[in-house]
Structure formats: C-alpha cells, structure tokens
C-alpha cells in the first residue's frame, strides 16, 4: 500500500487510478486521456493520438454564416457552408415556396446573436 499522490488516500501500489480521487497514476494512461480530452474539443476523434486520420476541419466563421444566410440562404448554402448538407438540400428542393428564404433570415439573425464560443461548439 501507498499514499496518492494527489489526495493522500491508501491505495494499492499497483494501481493505474486512485479509487479515491479518480486521478490516474499510470503515465501512458494519462497521455491516452489526455489525448482524447484533446480530441473530443476539436471534434474528431483518434484511436491513436499519435496518427491523424480523417480531413482537417477548418473553423467555420460567423460572418460567413451570417452573409450567405442573408444573400443565399434561399437555397440552403449557408447550411452547406456549416455542414448540414441535408438541411441545405431541403433548403434548395423547397427554395421556390420561399419559405426557406424567411428562415435563412431568422437564421442569420439567431447566428448573430449566438456568442462565438457557441457558435463554433455548435458548427465547428
């Protein structure tokens, strides 16, 4: 047996993780831990955070959004711009009703009034 490191707790000397605290001892589990902390805030994830698999994603911008959503949001491609191609399709199937012209405009005001950590939480 020997003391935590962290809250002082008897644990076993083996252990990877403190049953007490929840801090984990072993190193190469918090380098797995932390790498797939760090992977879940960007939004891909990795099995093995040594090798990049997948494309990058660019941050999407706000203005951008916010412009195409006013000038072309009729047709959706202010969805296709954030990445909902099927909302963007629906958008371009139904762009002769109008109807996705009005929403497009209250979308561009809701991005508007999202805060931007919001923003790029919601849409990358």
Do not use: Q
């Amino acid at each position: 047996m020997i003391d935590c490191p962290y809250c002082a707790e008897p644990i076993r000397a083996a252990a990877k993780k403190c049953r007490h605290c929840g801090e984990v001892l072993d190193i190469a589990l918090r380098r797995a831990e932390d790498a797939l902390r760090a992977s879940e805030r960007s939004g891909n994830v990795y099995m093995n955070a040594a090798v990049h698999s997948g494309p990058y994603r660019s941050p999407k911008s706000k203005l951008v959004a916010i412009v195409l959503a006013l000038l072309l949001g009729g047709i959706g491609i202010h969805k296709f711009y954030l990445g909902r191609t099927a909302w963007g399709a629906i958008y371009l199937i139904f762009c002769w009703t109008f109807i996705p012209a009005c929403v497009a405009f209250l979308e561009a005001i809701i991005y508007l009034l999202m805060p931007e950590d919001k923003f790029h939480e919601k849409y990358g």
